[in-house]
């Protein structure tokens, strides 16, 4: 059975860290992009990160830059989300998606998705 299984949500203070983690099971997560994707309330699910296959391209959008940090270890079939300086504007429920290929922008462009684990960041 293919599964992304997201962990390591919270809650947490302000400018305080979380590492979310993504594990993969049911297929070869090193033949895919890893994407991480947030969704606050009343808001589309956006794309925060991506790092392709082999780790050599990562793509972060304007607001997490500098702060968050996406990694993967293909040994361990697992990708990660290391979340540093947490705003309150961070609070979502977080996904990770595996894309065949190569990093996409698109939501519609991944192949599957976790559950979602929830992030808040509030004092």
């Known amino acids: 059975q293919v599964q992304l299984v997201e962990s390591g949500g919270g809650l947490v203070q302000p400018g305080g860290s979380l590492r979310l983690s993504c594990a993969a099971s049911?297929?070869?997560?090193?033949?895919?992009?890893i994407g991480w994707f947030r969704q606050a309330p009343g808001k589309e699910r956006e794309r925060v990160a991506c790092i392709s296959r082999r780790s050599s391209v990562t793509f972060y959008a304007d607001p997490v830059k500098g702060r968050f940090t996406i990694s993967r270890d293909n040994a361990k079939n697992t990708g990660y989300l290391q979340m540093n300086s947490l705003k309150p504007e961070d609070t979502a429920v977080y996904y990770c998606a595996a894309r065949a290929g190569v990093c996409g922008n698109s939501v519609s462009l991944y192949n599957y998705w976790g559950q979602g684990t929830t992030v808040t960041v509030s004092s």
């Open positions: 049911g297929f070869t997560l090193d033949d895919y992009a």
